[in-house]
T-cell receptor, first 115, second 111 residues
Framework: GAVVSQHPSWVICKSGTSVKIECRSL??????MFWYRQFPKQSLMLMAT?????????EQGVEKDKFLINHASLTLSTLTVTSAHPEDSSFYIC???????????FGPGTRLTVT | AQSVTQPDIHITVSEGASLELRCNYS??????LFWYVQSPGQGLQLLLK??????LVQGIKGFEAEFKRSQSSFNLRKPSVHWSDAAEYFC?????????FGAGTTVTVRA
């Protein structure tokens, strides 16, 4: 149980274009989803927290206009990287939390490469 | 603000030997502490967690961790390592349902 999927697992896009990453909780309803960014050999950095039906809360230093987060349902959150640039290349990971519980369940991540 | 330090970037251990991964936290109140493992192509998997109570916590895959408030530590241990334990391990502290992760420790298992 508590499986989280991400799609795509790997994407290459050209500089200036936008790319959307999906995060789905497959067998549970997630009241809260989180988006992280991970650089090679580094830790996970929380980008934003999203609650179903509400605007996402972004961490300090994260550009909300560049990283658009939508959490339209209890099983789906999307991260759109707008006008992507090479410095946005990274590993993006989502996680989901079941209401009332502290644990987060993580997706396998999406490798974004911007050329 | 809470923070987590994992002093060891990389540890190499022989199969069958014991393993200990260090984690130190900085947090004003009683912390919620977690250990996650990340394997290539897979999402982070929760190994164990500490919220309160018994300071020795048992987790999955034969792992355990001990919370020591006096040392602000939450070290992860496994008595006998298997080759499949080669992975990246992250310690995390929770606050307001958000997690702050350490930099991670890469574990290599040699035959």
């Amino acid at each position: 149980g508590a499986v989280v999927s991400q799609h795509p697992s790997w994407v290459i896009c050209k500089s200036g274009t936008s790319v959307k990453i999906e995060c789905r909780s497959l067998d549970f309803q997630a009241t809260t989803m989180f988006w992280y960014r991970q650089f090679p050999k580094q830790s996970l950095m929380l980008m934003a927290t999203s609650n179903e039906g509400s605007k996402a809360t972004y961490e300090q230093g994260v550009e909300k206009d560049k990283f658009l987060i939508n959490h339209a349902s209890l099983t789906l959150s999307t991260l759109t990287v707008t006008s992507a640039h090479p410095e946005d290349s990274s590993f993006y990971i989502c996680s989901a939390r079941i209401g009332g519980f502290y644990e987060q369940y993580f997706g396998p991540g999406t490798r974004l490469t911007v050329t | 603000a809470q923070s987590v330090t994992q002093p060891d970037i990389h540890i190499t251990v022989s199969e069958g030997a014991s393993l200990e991964l260090r984690c130190n936290y900085s947090y004003g109140a009683t912390p919620y502490l977690f250990w996650y493992v990340q394997s290539p192509g897979q999402g982070l998997q929760l190994l164990l967690k500490y919220f309160s109570g018994d300071t020795l916590v048992q987790g999955i895959k034969g792992f355990e961790a001990e919370f020591k408030r006096s040392q602000s530590s939450f070290n992860l241990r496994k008595p006998s390592v298997h080759w499949s334990d080669a992975a990246e391990y992250f310690c995390a502290v929770g606050n307001d349902y958000k997690l702050s992760f350490g930099a991670g420790t890469t574990v290599t298992v040699r035959a």
